[in-house]
């Protein structure tokens, strides 16, 4: 009998990640840089690593992040985006210009399966009164709604697929 692969999110956890820290745009930020707070969404799905990877790729490049950098690790760092996670766009807890959020994705396989986690990364202050850190801010909402649109959209398109039995 087939199984369908549904992935929880497990964690939304914030804190420090350095690698995504030192990955800055080129691109002027009226209000500031960001500090090296981010957001997690992981998890562990019922599928072999390279599946996870291969849809990962495709899902990225249709959100509209571009790779900078990927290893035989399975670590992916975005490029940062300047635009708003799909389907939040007309929210009102933003304005019209993102401050762009850049992802890292890192799998591992685990066994038959594989562990799977999405950082997110606000590049810019938005200008926002309330502190970056503020779980209401502008850059704490991008941050979770980047993660979790990554993670989510990979759970689905796997989803589509068979897991193994």
Do not use: N
Not at 107 to 135: I, Q
Request: neutral net charge; contains cysteine; proline residues 5%.
């Amino acid at each position: 009998m087939a199984r369908i692969a549904v992935m929880s999110v497990f964690l939304l956890a914030t804190f420090s990640l350095p690698a995504i820290a030192q990955s800055r745009a080129g691109r002027a930020c009226p209000h500031g840089r960001a500090d090296a707070k981010t957001v997690e969404a992981s998890g562990t799905l019922p599928f072999a690593v390279g599946s996870v990877r291969e849809v990962l790729d495709s899902v990225l490049t249709a959100r509209g992040y571009r790779g900078r950098v990927s290893d035989a690790r399975g670590t992916r760092l975005s490029q940062p985006k300047f635009t708003w996670p799909q389907g939040t766009e007309g929210e009102a807890w933003h304005g019209r210009d993102s401050p762009g959020v850049e992802v890292m994705v890192r799998t591992a396989s685990r066994g038959d399966s594989t562990d799977f986690s999405v950082l997110s990364h606000v590049v810019c202050l938005s200008g926002d009164a309330r502190p970056e850190t503020d779980p209401e801010s502008v850059e704490t909402h991008l941050e979770q709604a980047a993660a979790v649109e990554i993670a989510t959209a990979v759970a689905e398109a796997l989803g589509k697929r068979v897991a193994r039995p």
